[in-house]
Structure formats: structure tokens, C-alpha cells
């Protein structure tokens, strides 16, 4: 027969095994549920706070470690000035376009001849073709293009011109056009006939449409 001693010292390794059991299970079922505690330190059966507990838990909240403040440091969002020499440089105190985190900014664009700096010929017609030619320059050196534009803005001179600047409009946007609105203003830089201005997405970009079911 085994003697007392041996059946407690058998007794208390049975126990200290399910307790371990217990306490492994226990550990990663509250990590699941808690991102900020690093891990249980200890699950007990004795002294449990709750009457009726199975067990009670003593946990260790995650340190703010160099490691851990890293990671949770968030990167500064950036703000980048794009210039190219294959559109006109600007005729006043502003940049071609602004990057800001994702977005581009493009300032407003005239129809000028980036080499001569003068507004080309051809009237409206030929001002938004130029203008538009000139704003695909500035939209690849920002790494993106018309089809990541999201919204356009065009001054005129003179609203009668709408569309005879929608018919060369429509030849640079060629699917799922941007948003847009068109204002007729009381004069433009240089005496120009069109402006167009316009906010664009970088990055990757995924292209959907959505006709919401409604039948046009």
C-alpha cells in the first residue's frame, strides 16, 4: 500500500497539473479578449473575490516598452509640393500641386504654352485642351493619372463655352468621370478663357461604380 505521504505528494502533482491545464486555457482565452494585458500571471481557486468563482485572476497590463510605443506610433502624414518642368510654371505665389497623405491638390490650370508661357490659340476649344494636356503633366509627376481624379472644378469666361469645353473635356476622362462642377466667373489670370483645377487620389486604388439600381 502507498503511504500517506506518497498519495499527498501524488495528489498535490495531479493538482498542480490541472491547475497549469486551467491556466494555460484561461491565458489565452482572456488575451483574446484584453490587447492590453500582456498575460495572466496567476489563475487561484482560493480566495476568490466572487462567491461561487471557480477561480480568480491576476494579470500583468502591457508596459509601455520602447518596442510597444513603435508600434503604436503613428507615421506623420506627409505634405509634398510637386513641380515639373513638363507643365507651365506657376504665374503666382503657389505650387503646381500639393500632395497631402493620399490626396492631390492641383491648382487651377490655364491653356499656356509651358516653353513661351502665353495662352495657345484656338480659342476655348484649344485653352482646355492645353490646360488639360498640362494637368496630365503635373498628375504623373504626382505618380497618378485623370483616371484617379475625383473631382474637377472649371472657371469660364464665359458659361456660353460649356460645351464646346465639354467636348474636349470628355476626351481625357474617358470612363467613370470624376465629380465636377463648372462656374462661369468674372475674368481669369491672363485674360484665359478656362481654367480647370482638380483633386486626385495617389496610391493604390481600386476603381468601382455603383448605379445604385436606379436606371438612368
Request: aromatic letters at 8%; a positive charge.
Amino acid at each position: 500500500m502507498l503511504n500517506r505521504q506518497l498519495l499527498s505528494g501524488i495528489y498535490r502533482r495531479g493538482d498542480d497539473l490541472i491547475q497549469r491545464f486551467v491556466f494555460d486555457k484561461r491565458n489565452l482565452q482572456f488575451r483574446k479578449h484584453y490587447s492590453n494585458v500582456t498575460s495572466v500571471t496567476s489563475i487561484s481557486r482560493e480566495n476568490c473575490v466572487n462567491r461561487g468563482a471557480n477561480f480568480d485572476i491576476t494579470c500583468r497590463p502591457l508596459m509601455a516598452s520602447p518596442q510597444n510605443k513603435a508600434k503604436n506610433k503613428q507615421e506623420p502624414t506627409v505634405r509634398k509640393v510637386i513641380l515639373t518642368q513638363c507643365a507651365p510654371k506657376p504665374v503666382g505665389p503657389y505650387s503646381q500641386a500639393v500632395q497631402f497623405g493620399n490626396t492631390l491638390y492641383v491648382s487651377g490650370v490655364l491653356g499656356l504654352d509651358k516653353n513661351k508661357m502665353e495662352l495657345v490659340e484656338g480659342g476655348v476649344a484649344g485653352q482646355a485642351k492645353q490646360a488639360l494636356t498640362n494637368l496630365g503633366h503635373i498628375l504623373k509627376a504626382a505618380g497618378t493619372t485623370y483616371e484617379n481624379v475625383i473631382k474637377t472644378s472649371i472657371f469660364l469666361a464665359n458659361i456660353g463655352d460649356f460645351k464646346e469645353v465639354n467636348d474636349i473635356y470628355k476626351d481625357f476622362f474617358l470612363s467613370n468621370p470624376p465629380a465636377r462642377s463648372t462656374y462661369q466667373v468674372a475674368a481669369l489670370p491672363l485674360g484665359a478663357l478656362v481654367e480647370i483645377e482638380v483633386i486626385a487620389g495617389t496610391g493604390e486604388i481600386e476603381q468601382a461604380s455603383c448605379n445604385c439600381g436606379s436606371k438612368i
